[in-house]
């Protein structure tokens, strides 16, 4: 199969999907203009990190995870080996851990140091850290966490989150963008940029004073729901297409976040899976989400959270060598694959965890995202007399008490509103989740 790495017919899964062996020398790579650097397409994200066989912590219960960092150096090793070379992390990754175990694999990896390239944030989201002294002293640390003396792509994290008064008061009127600017031009940092979410006023304001602060990349959420359709999935969101144009005019490489918008654009309703399926019976459906964000040439690599090696392999097979999308496909994508899409009323959740934890014990992303996987599997009923009512109302409350906790549901939010500040996708969660906990309470009442 073209683009796969894969020639044989035999080589398939009972799903069609490829399981022959993964080229270690085929993978795509893009120039980064200002630097040189040859950068991997897939990029690596160190968001959702593998927990420990038989940890407390589940999938989602954060504030118990304990990260299998065996696992991770596997994965690491794995993805350098096939030639992945760029591993983006935060200080707000996995509760304060993933810079720590990101710089723990490559370490153990045995691959020099220049054959990674690092990319990591400035986290200063709240506003008791928003002082010089403690954006350096999150600068410092992360260079500590990392086990390096340098890194390769610093960004300010979520610009646009707050606004301008949020852009003055992390970075601007307390001289922190002025020390990194300085630190670039010491090497400490190699390339300066910033990821997006919000506020266009901020996104906008900084590509204009591009002369002044010479951005050298920038990171963007793009996929093919959002180059048009952002606003359907997110009231805060701005179209992708705005986004990648601004960028491309200036020459800015682009990193992509969210190609599956948090895996929504896997875990779709079954017709839309085969919609796609129809297309290319052999291909995962992920794989045409990481080629239309691949396909577009400024980007430099997209960024995907690879807890799974199965995720991974899937992703080597996808880049190595990319297949790019051809004019139709990519409208196909944007117009008729978007448009069903967003006629799913699912909660724009990408499971960032940047809500948990919550004060009072809720686990915010497991609910939402239950809720989803029960919209794309026609599980929620809109009346009794749906036809498939009564199979319907007990995959949902069934699998709600397994995917949920009782005492960390909906029913116990008590509407603080603390989770809303910190999500980048803008969800109002009190809401959500007073809607989802009316829904539960007429489904155990037969009340709809």
Not at 104 to 116: E, I, N, V
Not at 370 to 388: L, M, T
Request: hydrophobic share 30%; glycine share 8%; net charge negative.
């Amino acid at each position: 199969m073209a683009g796969c790495g894969i020639k044989k017919k035999d080589d398939l899964d009972p799903l069609g999907h490829h399981t022959g062996e993964i080229p270690t020398d085929k993978m795509t790579y893009r120039e980064n203009p200002t630097t040189g650097d040859r950068v991997s397409l897939l990029g690596y994200g160190m968001m959702r990190l593998p927990n420990k066989v038989g940890s407390a912590a589940g999938n989602h219960a954060e504030s118990e995870e304990e990260i299998d960092q065996e696992e991770v150096n596997r994965l690491v090793k794995f993805a350098l080996d096939h030639g992945v070379n760029y591993f983006d992390t935060s200080p707000a990754y996995c509760r304060g851990h993933s810079e720590e175990s990101t710089g723990t694999a490559l370490k153990a990896s045995g691959y020099a140091r220049d054959k990674y390239f690092i990319a990591t944030k400035l986290s200063n989201f709240s506003p008791e850290q928003w002082s010089f002294e403690e954006g350096v002293k999150m600068f410092e640390n992360s260079l500590r966490y990392l086990q390096t003396d340098y890194i390769d792509y610093l960004l300010l994290h979520g610009i646009g989150m707050g606004g301008m008064e949020a852009l003055n008061g992390r970075y601007i009127d307390n001289g922190l963008l002025d020390y990194l600017l300085r630190k670039r031009e010491e090497g400490v940092i190699r390339n300066l940029g910033f990821s997006y979410h919000g506020d266009i006023e901020v996104f906008n304001y900084l590509l204009e004073n591009q002369d002044r602060y010479k951005w050298d990349f920038a990171q963007i959420q793009m996929n093919y729901v959002d180059w048009h359709l952002a606003d359907e999935t997110n009231r805060r969101n701005t179209d992708a297409e705005y986004l990648y144009q601004e960028l491309d005019k200036r020459g800015i490489p682009g990193v992509i976040m969210e190609p599956l918008l948090g895996g929504r654009l896997v875990k779709m309703p079954n017709h839309i899976v085969a919609t796609l399926k129809k297309k290319r019976p052999e291909d995962s459906v992920a794989s045409w989400a990481f080629r239309y964000a691949g396909s577009k040439p400024r980007i430099m690599t997209v960024l995907s959270g690879m807890t799974y090696m199965e995720h991974l392999q899937d992703n080597l097979r996808t880049f190595s060598p990319l297949e790019p999308l051809t004019d139709e496909e990519q409208e196909w994508l944007e117009t008729e694959v978007a448009n069903l899409y967003v006629s799913y009323p699912t909660i724009p959740c990408n499971d960032c965890k940047y809500c948990m934890p919550c004060p009072y014990g809720l686990n915010i992303p497991a609910i939402l995202l239950h809720y989803n996987k029960c919209v794309n599997e026609g599980n929620v009923p809109e009346s009794q007399q749906a036809e498939n009512y009564r199979r319907a109302r007990r995959a949902f409350l069934v699998g709600y008490d397994r995917s949920v906790p009782r005492l960390r549901q909906a029913s116990h939010c008590i509407q603080c509103g603390r989770c809303v500040e910190h999500c980048p996708q803008r969800i109002d969660i009190p809401r959500e989740l007073n809607r989802i906990d009316q829904f539960v309470e007429n489904l155990k009442q037969n009340k709809l």
